[in-house]
């Protein structure tokens, strides 16, 4: 066997995934990381046809790019948001994404000084 795969049937234990591309960013005010979210099965299965809106929060030095909050019904269960640093201004970035059905998931993502 090469591969083996488990999809659910049952949406019941679906949840809101949330991904970072990287783990830290610098802090010069122009680099920015991409946040990736989608609906998954229990198994961690993308599930394409999820709806309800997904919002997201942001606490620490950085900007939030992107639709807030994001129709997933219009992108077929997937979103995603960027985040830019703030010029000077290191420390650790949380962002919180909340699905009325799907929960919340949670990423941080660290600012370092400007190199």
Not at 7 to 21: C, N, R, T, Y
Not at 71 to 91: C, K, L, N
């Amino acid at each position: 066997m090469v591969v083996s795969r488990s999809l659910a049937s049952d949406p019941s234990g679906d949840v809101l995934a949330l991904a970072a591309d990287d783990a830290e960013i610098d802090g010069d005010g122009v680099d920015a990381i991409r946040l990736a979210f989608r609906a998954v099965d229990r198994y961690g299965a993308p599930r394409p046809y999820a709806t309800g809106q997904v919002t997201l929060n942001m606490e620490g030095p950085a900007v939030l790019i992107g639709d807030n909050p994001l129709d997933f019904a219009a992108t077929g269960g997937v979103g995603a948001a960027w985040i830019r640093s703030r010029a000077g201004s290191p420390g650790t970035v949380t962002i919180r994404a909340n699905h009325p059905s799907l929960g919340s998931a949670v990423a941080n993502v660290r600012v370092r000084e400007a190199r």
